[in-house]
């Protein structure tokens, strides 16, 4: 049986890496898919484009006005002469953010009266409008109390400070990237499964290898072992792009990382399986791959938190690997937890596995039989 399963799995590679196209997906595809989120799909905020109606031209405005562009997340590119300038700028999209200090400001300041300052953001982008407010507050508020402690830029005079464990800086690669690693083992794993059963078929291929001693048993583990192997290369690759490239840190233990990964191909490959035996076509299986793999990455909670979602979306993300996976991967780059932490979600991959596995390749035994 070894033998035979062994020479499945030298006769996959043989047909995976015989195409180069196919081993520039395998290999260089997800260093390409990372690099595009690493540095295209953040949601940090830079160089807001913004605008500064300063009615009251004093020594105090110009600094505050200046501390915004100093802290790098404002660009001061225009200085409106009315609130109706501002109007026409925030319309067009020139600017999103407007900056109003009213007349009087210094002189709030320095007496210690609570002064007002109006941000005006443009709130068609609703995440990234939300956190320039934020900046513009942390910014104002951090300016108002060095002047004199006890002004406030609100009727407040709440001293708060805030710290942020696992991501200090609050970069957003660090949350994308290993998020990245999750979703292009599914991928690579529902594609390459999918695919190298329907391929058998489309060539004429199956009919051979059912009239040979090779059993629907040995069959499954010949086509389903090259892609295990193929998703592991590629997470260590991806990781490696990540830590020294990205300079993402990884905390946690790499062999745990391995472990949990070889349990998260459990229910991948199994949905790979099962994809394969209801396709006819290369092109059905590519399809029915990315009609669950697009789903299954919004039901995760890589984009929207789950806690946001409707009821009912929040029960279907149960069945969702990619939703544990998040959760082991990211504790184990950013938080460095292990398995005395992990254990729920690394239990319900094991058990969701174990369940989809089981079910696709009792499907896969009756289509071969």
């Avoid at 030298?10 to 260089?28: C, G, H, N, T, Y």
């Avoid at 941000?119 to 004199?148: F, L, Q």
């Avoid at 349990?263 to 059905?284: A, C, D, H, N, R």
């Avoid at 039901?299 to 806690?307: A, C, D, K, N, Q």
Wanted: one cysteine or more.
């Amino acid at each position: 049986m070894f033998e035979r399963i062994k020479q499945l799995i030298i006769k996959e590679f043989i047909q995976a890496f015989r195409d180069k196209r196919s081993v520039f997906f395998l290999l260089v595809t997800p260093v390409i898919q990372l690099m595009l989120f690493g540095y295209v799909a953040t949601f940090d905020v830079n160089s807001v484009a913004t605008a500064v109606y300063d009615l009251d031209r004093s020594y105090e405005s110009r600094e505050l006005t200046r501390r915004l562009e100093s802290s790098g997340y404002f660009a001061v590119r225009h200085w409106p002469s009315s609130p109706q300038e501002i109007k026409e700028l925030v319309d067009r999209g020139i600017v999103l953010c407007a900056i109003q200090i009213n007349s009087g400001f210094s002189k709030d300041i320095r007496r210690g009266i609570p002064t007002q300052v109006q941000v005006i953001v443009d709130g068609t982008d609703s995440n990234t409008a939300m956190i320039a407010m934020n900046y513009v507050n942390s910014v104002i508020a951090r300016y108002a109390r060095e002047i004199s402690p006890s002004a406030t830029v609100a009727s407040s005079n709440i001293d708060f400070r805030t710290r942020v464990w696992y991501n200090p800086d609050l970069k957003s690669r660090n949350y994308m990237v290993p998020g990245v690693i999750a979703t292009i083992i599914m991928l690579t794993c529902l594609i390459l499964t999918s695919m190298s059963i329907v391929r058998e078929r489309e060539t004429g291929t199956m009919e051979q290898l059912m009239v040979t001693p090779v059993k629907p048993m040995e069959l499954m583990l010949g086509k389903t072992i090259p892609a295990a192997a193929v998703a592991f290369f590629d997470m260590a690759l991806v990781t490696a792009v990540g830590v020294f490239w990205f300079d993402v840190p990884i905390k946690g233990a790499f062999l745990f990382l391995f472990l949990c990964t070889a349990i998260y191909l459990i229910p991948v490959l199994g949905i790979g399986l099962f994809i394969s035996t209801i396709s006819k076509t290369p092109q059905q299986a590519i399809m029915a791959s990315f009609f669950f793999f697009q789903p299954a990455i919004l039901l995760s909670g890589f984009v929207t938190p789950i806690e946001n979602m409707p009821r009912i979306f929040q029960y279907i993300t149960y069945a969702n690997p990619l939703r544990y996976f998040l959760v082991v991967v990211r504790g184990i780059f950013l938080k460095g937890v292990g398995i005395s932490i992990l254990w729920p979600e690394v239990l319900s991959l094991l058990i969701l596995g174990t369940l989809i596995f089981a079910v696709s390749a009792s499907r896969f035994k009756k289509r071969m039989a």
